[in-house]
Each structure stands twice: as C-alpha cells, then as structure tokens.
C-alpha cells in the first residue's frame, strides 16, 4: 500500500474516531452499582414545571398524582392561569396542586420555575422535565448517590415508545448520542449538564441562592452543575434513566430542538467539544476511511467492502452501548442513528449560522445576550 500522508491522515482519523466510539460506549453502558437507598417518597419536592396542553401528558400527570399519593410534595408550575396545561391537569387530577405565576429574568423556564424551587420544603428537591415519567422506586433509586460529597444527581431521560420515524431520530439523538457521551464523561470525572431530572438536597440549594444558582449561564443545567461544584460538592449523572415517552413527533420541531441544543452547547465553555462531534461521527469518519483506502488504490470493490464493514461496526457499538441499558435497537432504530451521524455535519453549520435559541416563541439567546447584570460568563 502507497504510504502517502493521505492514506496515513485518513487511517488515522478513521482509527480515532471508532476508538472514541467504542470506549464512550464502554465508559458509558454499565450502570454503577446503586448506592444504600436513603430516602422515601414523603423526602421529596417535586418541582414539575409545564408550559401548553402538550406538556401535561396523561402518563405524566398521572404519574406525579401517584408520587403525591406516596407522600411527595409536588408543585407543578405554569406561567399563567390561562395555560393550556392547567385544564388537561384538572381533567385529570382535580386536585393537582398548581403554582400560577411568572418572573422576568432572561430565561422563561427559570421564570416559571422560581415559585417552585422557592416553594420546595422537603429534604431533596427534584427539579423534573415535562413529560418525563417516573415512579416512587425510580425516585428514591435517582436520589440514592447523594450524600455529603456529592451534591447533585442528574438523572437522564431515556426515550422510549416512538411512534414514527420523526420520533425514533429524536430517540437517537437523545438515547444513542447524547447519553453515551455524557455518561462516559461523567465516568471520566468530567463535570456534564444534561435535563431530565434535577436531585439536590434543599440544603444545597440554598446554599446555590435557590433559584439563582440555575440562572447564572443560560443553560439552567449547566448553570446549577457550575455552582454545585463551586461549593466543593462533586456532581454526577444518576444511573437511574428516567422514561420519556416520544409518541409522535413532527420532524422540523426535532431538527429546531436540535439545533437549539446545539447553539446552547456552543454558547458554554464546553463549545470546543461541541465543534468536535460531527468530524468523528460515522459520516466524516467512514469517508476519511474510504478516502485512505482509495489513495492507497484499493479498488471500489475493497472500498465497498470497508464501507460496510465501518457501518456494521459503528452499529455494533451503539447497539452494544443501549443493551447495557437496557435500551432497545431494532433495525429502524439503526437506521435512525445513520440518518443522525449523516445530519451531524448539516447539524453543526445550522447551528453555526446563527445565535438565536427559540424556546417556545422566546429568543433564549439574545435575551441572555442583552443582559444588563455581570454575566457569570466573564468568570469563566
């Protein structure tokens, strides 16, 4: 084989970007070993914020109705008294208790969260994403790494129940990219943000300032990680994937909320690893591949060949990563994943494009952008 710089450039992108697939599967698809379980239902506030009818699924408010009947305080949030998820709450649970009100901060989720957190009196505060269902054992098992030295546990949602192919990308994202490389972070100690669910103990959260504490950056999850780890407390991702169910979804709403999360990423101090992604996905990884192969003058057959045998490879990874977790990975959720890793690089100029970060009707980022405070990135 011709040993031009092409041919050992394209090896060796190719060789890194399998390796870093293959061991952030392996960090990330074995779950630790589940600390004593310390608390009961009556320990928790479950701040459950929700903004429109979509928000209040009958899986999700059931669920809460169930965690309060086990003893949790739970405080649900809305903006206004005319939200769309105060009636399909109602219809559902009559008396679901229900915190009406909204602040002016530059984050319109942090606005409506603020009564919660300030409301919560239970010894640990569980901050929840909407639609996300979880039991009273799922709880109590989310919380159990808390202790004297870890200061806060974010369990990660895991997507489930897809109802078309819309649904099964956002599944691929949210399950087969973005927890791998976050719980493989976290293995490795490094300091990751993710929604899902929120666990701090109610000391701890004022010791952040409540509210304040996930106002500083204009990513909330970030913004509590930072100021948990500032008092000394180590942070972790919970081992315990909490169900989100997909249901239908429409693609262009998956794509904006990708690329949304993507512009946030970018607005982090943790953006040079954001810009990394796409360059060692499947995509660009399998094509430098190919590349090497061709410069060396192996012919279409060898070529096609080492195409597939990449594919098949990258595959066996992904999937060897969700059985971990016992996460399901049929042939449509591969294909799913493939249409992801051929999107990364389309995914990483939208982003790029533009600073704007829509979050229901609100430009997130400019508002983070004209504020007139100290803006906590200027410590960083």
């Known amino acids: ?23 952030s599967a392996a ?16 320990d928790f506030s479950v701040v459950a914020p929700m903004n429109g009818a979509g928000d209040a699924s009958a899986a999700y408010v059931r669920a809460l109705a169930e965690l309060a009947g086990s003893g ?6 809305v903006a206004t008294a005319d939200d769309g998820a105060v009636a399909a709450i109602r219809a559902l649970w009559p008396d679901a208790p229900i915190l009406i009100g909204n602040d002016d901060t530059f984050n319109p989720k942090m606005n409506n969260v603020r009564k919660g957190l300030e409301a919560a009196s239970r010894e640990i505060v569980a901050l929840c994403d909407a639609g996300i269902v979880l039991s009273t054992d799922e709880l109590c098992r989310a919380a159990a790494p808390l202790s004297a030295t870890v200061g806060l546990v974010l369990a990660l949602k895991a997507a489930g129940a897809p109802e078309n192919f819309a649904a099964e990308m956002e599944r691929a994202y949210i399950d087969g990219h973005q927890a791998r490389f976050l719980l493989a972070a976290d293995r490795l100690g490094l300091a990751v943000a993710s929604g899902g669910v929120t666990l701090l103990s109610h000391d701890t959260l004022q010791r952040i300032g409540n509210w304040r504490g996930f106002n500083r950056w204009i990513a909330d999850d970030y913004s509590v990680v930072r100021s948990v780890r500032e008092l000394g407390l180590a942070t972790r991702l919970g081992d315990v994937m909490l169900r989100l169910p997909l249901g239908r979804r429409d693609w262009p709403t998956v794509w904006r909320r990708q690329v949304r999360w993507a512009r946030t ?11 990394w992604e796409p360059v060692i996905g499947w995509a660009v990884s399998g094509a430098a591949g190919a590349a090497a192969l061709a410069c060396a003058g192996a012919g279409e057959g060898v070529v096609a060949a080492g195409l597939i045998a990449h594919t098949a490879a990258w595959l066996a990874g992904e999937k060897w990563f969700m059985s971990g977790r016992g996460l399901a990975f049929g042939p449509r959720a591969a294909t799913a994943a493939l249409f992801r890793e051929v999107l990364a690089p389309l995914l990483m100029i939208s982003a790029l494009s533009g600073r704007a970060i829509y979050w229901r009707g609100t430009d997130l980022g400019g508002h983070w952008s004209s504020r007139g405070d100290d803006r906590a990135e200027k410590s960083v």
Do not use: F, N, Y
């Open 27 to 42: 960090l990330a698809r074995k779950p630790r070993r589940l600390p004593t379980l310390r608390h009961r239902p009556a």
């Open 72 to 77: 949790a305080e739970i405080l649900i949030c």
């Open 265 to 275: 990423r970018l607005r982090l101090p943790v953006w040079p690893l954001v810009l």
């Open 1 to 23: 084989m011709d040993a031009s710089a092409p041919v050992w450039l394209g090896l060796g992108w190719w060789s890194l970007s399998t390796a870093v697939h293959w061991v």
